[in-house]
């Protein structure tokens, strides 16, 4: 079985600096690897997905993320924050051969102070 | 696109009542939905995996026969989350796999609020 874990349920950065979100994994194979944000009473939108193929995976809003087999993770960054970052962060990993069901971390919500 | 509704957004009910709640692929046939429920300041927890045709598979813990599935087309499923109750309030959110597309990714809806008073 495969398991998620978040690093910080909480993240405070200041505009325009590093947004770092800490996700490990555990799988007994290479999964496939998901980064979501969930704005207040709203579903989720997908900012990434690591699959195969390149480890540095560019998304959406400025945003990636790099699967590093060795350590386990896949942590997300963005250069600068801006406040329409604020909001929920979920890393979360699937497996084809689960089904492509999705496991979440417990999500890490990112606040942006001015 | 890839998008997903729900109806409703918001719904409150009596405690006892049943409620369903719809999920619907808009622009897109869908091999198979989700569901999840997430509480205040949690994560998403799959209920249940519906396919089209099919009854649905429950995760460990799941009562099936509270929360009941049916995806009757490739563009809609339900859920019904019979005599509810307040401790069934929570977050309910509907995702779905494209047809022919990339089997590996979700596409997710706005949610549904249930709150069972």
């Known amino acids: 079985a495969q398991s998620v874990t978040q690093l910080g349920s909480h993240v405070s950065v200041s505009e325009g600096a590093l947004v770092l979100l800490r996700c490990n994994y555990s799988s007994s194979v290479p999964p496939y690897l998901f980064w979501y944000v969930q704005y207040p009473n709203q579903g989720l939108q997908l900012l990434l997905k690591?699959?195969?193929?390149?480890?540095l995976v560019k998304g959406i809003n400025g945003f990636e993320a790099e699967f590093k087999k060795s350590e386990t993770s896949f942590h997300l960054t963005k250069p600068s924050a801006h406040m329409s970052d604020a909001a929920e962060y979920f890393c979360a990993v699937s497996l084809k051969a689960a089904g492509n069901k999705l496991t979440f971390g417990g999500g890490t919500r990112v606040l942006v102070k001015p | 696109g890839a998008v997903v509704s729900q109806h409703p957004s918001r719904v409150i009910c009596k405690s006892g009542t049943s409620v369903k709640i719809e999920c619907r692929s808009l622009d897109f046939q869908a091999t198979t939905m989700f569901w999840y429920r997430q509480f205040p300041k949690q994560s998403l927890m799959l209920m249940a995996t519906s396919n089209e045709g099919s009854k649905a598979t429950y995760e460990q813990g799941v009562e099936k026969d509270k929360f009941l599935i049916n995806h009757a087309s490739l563009t809609l499923s339900t859920l019904t989350v019979t005599s509810a109750h307040p401790e069934d309030s929570s977050f309910y959110i509907c995702?779905?796999?494209?047809?022919?597309?990339?089997?590996?990714?979700?596409?997710f809806g706005p949610g549904t609020r249930l709150t069972v008073l």
């Open positions: 995702s779905a796999n494209k047809v022919g597309g990339s089997y590996n990714e979700q596409f």
């Open positions: 690591y699959t195969t193929g390149a480890t």
